[in-house]
């Protein structure tokens, strides 16, 4: 994962809930086959919408906290948080089209 998208509890708020502009935010585990698969689709939405939107990665079990807090059961799951709100989310493997429209809803 490139160590740019992590995010963690600590910079949580400050990075997704008080950001100004959408934030697509991956709830994954190293251990998930799916989240490994869905990793690069991730990664390249990141530099897509690096004008326009944020994307983090959070490891669910660094940071359970946070996952519980969002009501992450199952990974991979995906939000897009707009004005510290989750806009849209999926759970499970997309396509990066998929991914792409959920960021496009909040933009």
């Known amino acids: ?3 740019n998208l992590a995010i963690n509890s600590a910079d ?11 934030v ?3 709830f994954w ?8 698969a869905i990793g690069p689709i991730i990664e390249e939405l990141s530099a897509d919408y690096a004008d326009r939107a944020k994307v983090f990665k959070l490891d669910v079990d ?3 906290d946070i996952a519980a807090q ?3 059961t199952s990974i991979p799951a995906v ?6 709100k989750v806009v849209a989310e999926r ?5 990066k089209k998929d991914f792409a429209a959920m960021i496009d809803s909040a933009i």
């Open 1 to 3: 994962m490139a160590a």
């Open 12 to 22: 949580f708020q400050e990075k997704v809930l008080n950001s100004d502009v959408p």
């Open 24 to 26: 697509l935010v991956d």
């Open 29 to 36: 585990a190293p251990w998930c086959g799916p989240c490994r």
């Open 62 to 64: 660094v940071d359970g």
């Open 70 to 72: 969002f009501n992450v």
């Open 79 to 84: 939000k897009v948080f707009k004005g510290g």
């Open 91 to 95: 759970v499970g493997v997309a396509s």
